[in-house]
């Protein structure tokens, strides 16, 4: 799986850790769901004012948020289902907010490298079309969410 990160934000000490953490967490995840070799995703890591911008435009909500997932793969109602099958299975991108992650962590009690874990796990499940509207794709989703981070090393 080939990840692609970018850090667009300055307001977080972004360390080789961290991002040793993305990849590690992303191919955590593409072993477990059993994505193609050939996959990939970008992470573009920024700020709370950035990600408060994008989730205005995309969700109708003017606050910041932790983690916005774009997925490549999804079809719109009038999109004609094309077979990709030999070129690169771009799953989409994943947006987060390192300041609400850190936010979150110590909000939480645990580790920043924790919380970023969970996050692009997050990210990552929803680009494969997970969500979290019922109950029941609440659990399951969980389940994978908490299945992957063991996986990782990146309990609570």
Not at 34 to 57: G, H, M, P, W
Not at 74 to 94: A, H, M, Q, T, Y
Not at 128 to 151: P, V
Request: proline fraction near 1%; glycine fraction near 6%; charged fraction near 30%.
């Amino acid at each position: 799986m080939e990840t692609l990160i970018i850090n667009q934000q300055n307001k977080v000490n972004y360390t080789r850790e961290l991002q040793q953490v993305i990849k590690k967490v992303a191919n955590t995840v593409a072993r477990t769901v059993k994505l193609a070799k050939n996959t990939e995703a970008s992470i573009l890591i920024v700020d709370n004012n950035y990600i408060q911008e994008l989730n205005l435009i995309y969700r109708g909500q003017n606050t910041p948020t932790d983690v916005l997932s774009f997925a490549m793969n999804e079809l719109g109602e009038d999109e004609p289902d094309i077979d990709f099958s030999g070129e690169v299975n771009v799953l989409g991108d994943i947006v987060i907010s390192l300041e609400k992650a850190l936010e979150q962590s110590q909000e939480y009690g645990h580790s920043l490298e924790r919380e970023l874990g969970y996050l692009v796990v997050h990210g990552m499940l929803h680009l494969l079309g997970y969500d979290h509207e019922t109950e029941g794709e609440r659990k399951l989703m969980r389940e994978l969410e908490e299945k992957i981070l063991s996986a990782a090393k990146l309990e609570r």
